[in-house]
């Protein structure tokens, strides 16, 4: 039997998670209290029913879950195989999810916010998190997304690194997004825009394409980014970092930076990073 531990912040999209690990023909048991889980293992390890146990736990447990560690030496102790499944997201999508759906924070009350209800849930599940083997940080991930995540990890049997990286281009006259971690400036590369042939078009477009990726820069900066994309990413997850947001802007954010955005996922996924994309300005053809 494989246990699989399923933790993380309340609306990181634990629920969505189960629905997809139950249509993979997991046996799923949620909210779970960790006393339960070593008796659970134990029950099912002795039987041929099922192959592949996943239990939410969660802050909805209260108090339960100070038993959590207890329970973890237990499996260990019972030599029941298992690993732990982290959801994070940051706190600006976590609220933005909580408004949304309307729903009530596990830990908000009239005296504590919703702000101040996910910083305290994240500070009660940091020692858990450090103890996980793999975390999946959701803030900009579809559910189409994030499914494929749990595909690749439950099934195709990938190796899962434990940074997301999260391409995002842009228009520098819109503003650079504010949760970038590295920001690199395009401009300098000839401009499409300038082009009456290409100017209604895209980085997508295969003439934009051939347009942006046609200069000697351009190619050295994409072999510099690349290289230093690289260098980073084992030291920010040996600091813990499960999301890296690098935000490549140019002009209008529809020529340049989407055209290399989309050329360094490319590269990256061929060196078997876990990608996002998000082309942030494409669609307003010089209009917001």
Partial sequence: MNMHIITGMSGAGKSLIMKAIEDLGFYCIDNMPPKLIPEFGKMYEKTDMVSDVAIVVDIRGGDFLDEFFPAINQLEKKKINYDILFLEANDKNLVKRYKETRRKHPLANDKISLLEAIKLE???????????????????????????????????????????????????????????????????????????????????????????????????????????????????????????????????????????????????????????????????????
């Fill in 122 to 288: 994240r500070g009660k599940l940091e020692k858990i998190k450090n103890q996980a083997n793999y975390i999946i940080d959701s803030s900009d991930m579809h559910p189409k997304q994030l499914r494929d995540e749990i595909q690749d990890l439950f099934v195709s049997g990938e190796e899962h690194e434990k940074l997301m990286i999260n391409i995002i281009s842009f228009g520098f006259k819109y503003g650079a997004p504010l949760d970038c971690d590295l920001v690199f400036d395009v401009r300098f590369i000839p401009n499409p825009y300038y082009n009456s042939s290409m100017r209604k078009l895209t980085g997508k477009n295969e003439v934009v394409k051939n347009y942006v990726l046609k200069y000697e820069q351009t190619q050295t900066f994409i072999k510099k980014l690349e290289d230093l994309i690289e260098f980073l990413i084992p030291h920010y997850i040996q600091e813990g970092k499960t999301q890296l947001v690098v935000g490549i802007g140019c002009t209008g954010g529809r020529h340049r930076s989407v055209t290399i955005a989309d050329k360094m996922v490319e590269i990256l996924k061929e060196n078997n990073h876990r990608l996002i994309i998000k082309h942030r300005d494409i669609d307003y053809d010089g209009k917001k």
